[in-house]
């Protein structure tokens, strides 16, 4: 069919939606409700689709369109349940099970005839995690049987009518709701409240007089204090008593109107600089006692002959400080003799490359940018050279950029089949380092490694390992990848033959570099983003700002050729 997406924004579940409906044979065209009704009404009518259906939407499709076209919008709350804030709700209710529910637009709010629902489990994390994870994996299962019974002209969708299904208002969640009380509320309550508006919109708070968003919420086990003192900073997070603990916060977001040059989401202790405040780092080993309850981004463990390095970055991004303490837990991973050494996240983003926000935040933003992909291909050519155990990335959710070229340094990657891949430096106008014009061709062929740098598309995980970017699938739900990827990690540390496959990769590494040396391909691609960083013309510096304040897009089409293309 051919099927028009409609969404205030392309973000992880529009994305996935697209990459999946593809993935079925659909034509699929996107076009962002963010400039009002026109552009949706003019989609419309020059596609004249067969199917609409808003993955993600935050405004009201316009009437005309819905009453001449069927218009499937997806809920992220069970059948019954209507309003603006169906997750928060959820989190803040701890429900144990919460649902998608994919209904036909009318003029009453999520009010329309069901064409499908599936629930999900809600485990114990942030509301963006739970939303790209779960609530995604549901989704999407929910419209494709939507999509299935469309097609099928005999379903009939169930009316909300009648006692059976009665209907559920939530209104909108409101920040006096999340407000912390922070001499009374439990750490259980706290981190509930950090959790349930991680990355938007944050919990209003008070900082030492500024008004600020904190940014997520992880429990600490030691460190104690005055009910909402500051008591430390890790990893640019920063550690707040509660009445019973304490909790860290990673990222702190000022508000608009304080007269911050940066008001959006970085690094809590550079806010804090900001502010003149000064903490004593808590620093913690990246290797840890299992019964540790604290947070940190960056750990390892040993189990048998396979190492994990586990690394979790707000957003995926990944700064020019993360890269560095990456790189030294790799260096110390090494020291430990493993035969497999597994990277990635045990549930979630792996990597989306550089820190744009913080890229942002700096002084000199160009300098800054050179200053992360150096130490982003540092990393990934510590990866690269690595001959005495086989690497494993393992992909719990999605990866895009840099972060997506990353993976490929690895030996193996290994991707859960609800994450989705975003190859390419394209749409902020990029050509990219992180030696992809090494890794890419190599594994996918030259003519599909400019397609897919070119088109700059997404791709879900099962069209990712069709073309060889991912050499497995992990079929599993986001709670169970973490102890799959143990399981296979252990059986591919017991092959037998694993000794002659490390010697036939240090052999082929040998006979790459002699052809040409990895200094070669860093040298050109630096090269060409070393002239878009230090261009104030480039279309980088734009796209950039407006990706980071969160400024709509001048295009509604976000399918559409990228501007500011450099190759």
């Known amino acids: 069919m051919d099927i028009l997406l409609v969404a205030s924004a392309f973000n992880s579940l529009s994305q996935r939606v697209y990459a999946e409906l593809v993935d079925q044979g659909h034509r699929v065209d996107v076009v962002l409700a963010t400039h009002g009704a026109d552009p949706v009404r003019a989609a419309v009518r020059e596609l004249r689709p067969d199917l ?16 001449e076209h069927t218009c ?10 209507r309003g603006p804030s169906s997750l928060d709700w959820a989190l803040a209710e701890r429900a144990p099970y919460w649902g998608v529910t994919v209904l036909q637009a009318e003029a009453a709010m999520d009010a329309g005839d069901i064409w499908a629902a599936v629930p999900f489990p809600v485990p114990p994390v942030g509301k963006s995690d739970l939303y790209r994870n779960e609530a995604s994996d549901a989704a999407v299962a929910a419209v494709l049987l939507a999509v299935r019974r469309y097609a099928d002209a005999s379903y009939k969708p169930r009316p909300q009518t009648g006692d059976a299904l009665p209907a559920v208002w939530r209104d909108f969640f409101r920040q006096e709701r999340r407000r912390i009380d922070w001499d009374n509320d439990s750490t259980e309550t706290v981190l509930r409240k950090l959790r349930g508006a991680d990355s938007q919109p944050g919990v209003l708070d008070e900082l030492l007089g500024h008004e600020v968003f904190l940014h997520g919420g992880h429990p600490e086990d030691q460190l104690r204090g005055r009910p909402g003192e500051l008591l430390a900073t890790r990893a640019g997070a920063v550690c707040r008593a509660t009445r019973d603990g304490a909790v860290w916060i990673p990222e702190l977001r000022p508000r608009k109107s304080s007269g911050d040059p940066a008001p959006f989401r970085r690094p809590a202790a550079s806010v804090l600089a900001s502010l003149s405040v000064r903490l004593p780092e808590a620093p913690v080993p990246f290797e840890m006692p299992a019964d540790r309850r604290t947070w940190t981004d960056i750990r390892y463990r040993r189990r048998g002959d396979v190492g994990f390095l586990n690394f979790s970055f707000p957003g995926g991004a990944m700064s020019t400080d993360q890269c560095r303490r990456l790189l030294a837990a790799y260096e110390c991973a090494l020291a430990d003799p493993t035969w497999v050494l597994v990277l990635g996240a045990e549930r979630d983003f792996f990597s989306n490359g550089i820190h744009l926000n913080v890229i942002e935040a700096a002084a000199d933003p160009a300098e800054e940018s050179w200053t992360n992909i150096n130490a982003m291909d540092d990393l990934v050519e510590a990866v690269l050279r690595t001959t005495d155990r086989l690497v494993v990335a393992a992909l ?4 895009a950029a840099g972060g997506a070229m990353f993976a490929l340094a690895a030996d193996r990657v290994w991707c859960r089949s609800g994450a989705v891949l975003n190859p390419h430096y394209r749409r902020m106008g990029l050509y990219g380092s992180e030696f992809w014009t090494y890794t890419l061709p190599s594994r996918v062929g030259a003519d599909t490694a400019h397609r897919l740098t070119t088109e ?3 791709l879900s995980a099962a069209s990712a390992a069709r073309i060889g970017l991912v ?4 079929p ?8 799959e990827v143990e399981r296979l990690a252990a059986d591919l540390a017991a092959t037998p033959d694993l000794p002659q496959r490390i010697a036939a990769k240090a052999a082929a590494r040998r006979s790459d570099e002699e052809a040409r040396p990895l200094a070669d391909y860093r040298r050109e691609e630096l090269a060409r983003m070393r002239a878009v960083f230090f261009d104030p013309e480039a279309p980088y510096h734009a796209l950039r700002s407006a990706f980071v304040r969160k400024k709509p897009a ?9 501007a500011g293309d450099t190759r």
């Open 476 to 483: 599993t739900g986001p709670g169970e990848f973490a102890a």
């Open 471 to 474: 050499d497995r699938l992990v």
């Open 396 to 399: 719990a959710g999605n990866a």
């Open 72 to 81: 499937l919008i997806v809920h992220p709350g069970p059948p019954g349940d």
């Open 456 to 458: 700059a598309l997404p």
């Open 554 to 562: 001048a295009s509604t089409r976000p399918l559409a050729p990228a």
């Open 52 to 67: 609409i259906i808003a993955p993600m939407l935050k405004t009201a499709l316009p009437e005309d369109v819905w009453r």
